[in-house]
């Protein structure tokens, strides 16, 4: 953009704004702060986005902290093909009937009808399986545990959302076999653990760790544990990632077998388990606002923004330096700063810019602060400034960071628990749902029971369903009943709408 004149004067007047608040229009607000955030970009087939530099890096960030991981837990990566031929898609009946309505076909290769379509994969356990019981002959062979890094495609039509539905996504898929069902149980956990820290620690996000009923478990799986998070503002759940066991059933379908220590013959134990750029707008959703994205420290590209306040005859070149020599300071100890020296932009209109994507510390330095060689650091996610001395800079800034991190989660956390009800009966659960709440309650665990409770709340808000039980279990007294039923309860369970 030319620097002339009048677009300084232009420029003055932000237009950086979002037309939607938080509060008032959820969607609305959403879809225009990844947008303008410059998280994504809309493309011209529905339902597909593209993931610009600003959420890849986030994305490289969890996968760095991941990947390190499980690699630790001698997990390997490895690559498996995108296409699946339909007659091993359909090898596992419960499995290929859950992931159906989504699955994408290729059926013409240029002009020509392909005599098999081709299925494009919606996850991979059929894609692997095959070779699982190539590779897998004897106990030696044991534990097989890989991941891949890949995109998959889930042919979405109700609501696409970026990153939360979106009809091509990436994400990583572990999938493990193992020679007894303690020890896929174990590995179930450990996963799950790596899930809440991805959360917790680095989005600053506050999860649930629990099981999935029978009804909301895995396609073809044997139980499916998962950690759930909660957006106040629409009142709805969403699963932040899962970890399955599968049990048998694939090895029994894929005939993944093997001779133990004693030469008998044995089926292996099997997981699987995944998290996707879904996060990414999880933390959109929760830490957002009326300015634009609000960034955790450890996922932000950019931590600290430095801005000159150059006045009409201040000493400009002294400012620039300042500011230079901030980032350099910055930079050495490992944080990531960068300035922002344009000078067609004013800087309110920059302060603007860069809280609209979310940078956790903007650092001004303008003539006064020049002169009595400090810096004033603004916090994004609550506006608090505070001056600080060039000469202790590095060591303020390091702290600010982690108490700005530590300050979402905790803010996040009290939003969240103020959302969660404790109902006894239908009644109450009825009342706390139109308040948008996250239920708990005590619950028979019968499958039909589940079905009712999703039939009775069928609404234009989308019926409510049980999102996992907890296994932090409170008490549950004797005689307990079940709220939907009057059944004996077996368990606490968390209920709500969900995305």
């Known amino acids: 953009m030319a620097g002339g004149g009048k677009k300084k004067e232009v420029k003055k007047e932000t237009g950086l704004g979002l037309s939607f608040r938080k509060d008032d229009n959820f969607g609305e607000w959403y879809s225009e702060v990844v947008v303008n955030g410059e998280m994504i970009e809309y493309y011209d087939i529905s339902g597909c986005y593209i993931l610009r530099p600003w959420a890849m890096s986030i994305w490289e960030t969890m996968q760095t902290f991941f990947d390190a991981e499980i690699k630790k837990m001698r997990i390997k990566n490895c690559y498996f093909p995108l296409f699946v031929s339909s007659s091993v898609l359909e090898k596992e009946k419960d ?25 494009i994969r919606p996850t991979s356990e059929t894609v692997m399986y095959p070779y699982f019981s190539k590779w897998i002959r004897g106990h030696r062979d044991l534990p097989l545990k890989l991941n891949q890094w890949c995109n998959v495609v889930r042919w979405e039509f109700s609501n696409p959302t970026p990153f939360i539905r979106s009809r091509e996504f990436l994400w990583q898929e572990g999938h493990t076999a193992f020679a007894t069902k303690a020890e896929a149980d174990e590995e179930v956990l450990q996963i799950l653990e790596l899930y809440r820290r991805i959360y917790e620690e680095f989005l600053a996000i506050p999860v649930i760790k629990g099981k999935k009923s029978e009804m909301e478990k895995f396609a073809g799986g044997l139980y499916t544990t998962s950690v759930e998070a909660f957006i106040p503002n629409t009142g709805r759940g969403i699963q932040g990632a899962t970890s399955h066991c599968l049990g048998q059933n694939f090895a029994k379908m894929f005939e993944i077998n093997f001779e133990n220590e004693k030469g008998e013959k044995g089926m292996v134990w099997q997981n699987s388990w995944a998290y996707s750029t879904r996060t990414i707008g999880v933390m959109v959703m929760v830490h957002g606002d009326d300015k634009g994205l609000v960034l955790p420290p450890k996922i932000a590209s950019v931590q600290v923004i430095v801005v000159p306040v150059p006045y009409k005859d201040a000493d400009t070149r002294g400012i620039f330096d300042a500011c230079a020599d901030t980032v350099d300071a910055l930079s050495k100890s490992g944080i990531c700063a960068e300035a922002d020296f344009r000078e067609n932009y004013s800087p309110g209109w920059k302060y603007s810019h860069w809280e609209m994507k979310g940078v956790p510390l903007r650092i001004e330095i303008g003539p006064k602060d020049l002169a009595n060689n400090q810096v004033r650091v603004v916090r994004r996610d609550n506006g608090a400034k505070v001056d600080i001395s060039r000469v202790s800079l590095v060591e303020q800034v390091k702290d600010l960071l982690d108490i700005v991190q530590q300050s979402l989660f905790n803010t996040a956390k009290e939003k969240r628990d103020a959302c969660v009800q404790v109902v006894k009966t239908w009644d ?45 279990q409170p008490e549950l007294p004797e005689g307990t009943k079940c709220f939907a039923s009057g059944k004996p309860a077996k368990k606490w369970t968390y209920w709500g709408r969900s995305y």
Do not use: N, Y
């Not at 948008?436 to 709340?457: F, G, H, Q, S």
């Open 428 to 472: 109450e659960f009825k009342e706390a749902l139109s308040q948008r709440k996250m239920i708990l309650a005590p619950w028979c665990d019968e499958e039909e029971v589940e079905k009712d409770v999703k039939e009775r709340t069928k609404g234009e808000m989308g019926a409510a369903k049980s999102l996992c039980s907890p296994f932090d």
């Open 95 to 119: 499995h290929v009937e859950g992931f159906a309505p989504e699955v994408a076909w290729v059926t013409k290769s240029g002009k020509s009808d392909l005599e098999i379509p081709i299925a």
